[in-house]
């Protein structure tokens, strides 16, 4: 089994580098939806959204 939780790294630049200042991550449930509109923008969501149908698909596709 396995599971897929999207992530929002907030990065730092430090001496020409990037590090992960901190992440955000919906919590489970009846919170899910809710966080999810809080920590993406719309146009993350459309995305996440369209993989996830691409992934039903290609799983029903399979299965067939």
């Known amino acids: 089994s396995g599971s897929s939780i999207p992530y929002k790294f907030i990065l730092k630049k430090e001496n020409n580098n990037y590090i992960v200042d901190s992440y955000q991550i919906p919590r489970d449930g009846s919170l899910y939806k809710n966080d999810m509109k809080k920590i993406f923008p719309k146009s ?7 993989c996830k149908r691409e992934i039903v698909w290609k799983i029903k ?3 067939a």
């Not at 993350?44 to 369209?50: A, F, P, T, W, Y």
């Open 61 to 63: 596709n399979i299965s």
């Open 44 to 50: 993350v969501l459309e995305q996440i959204n369209l």
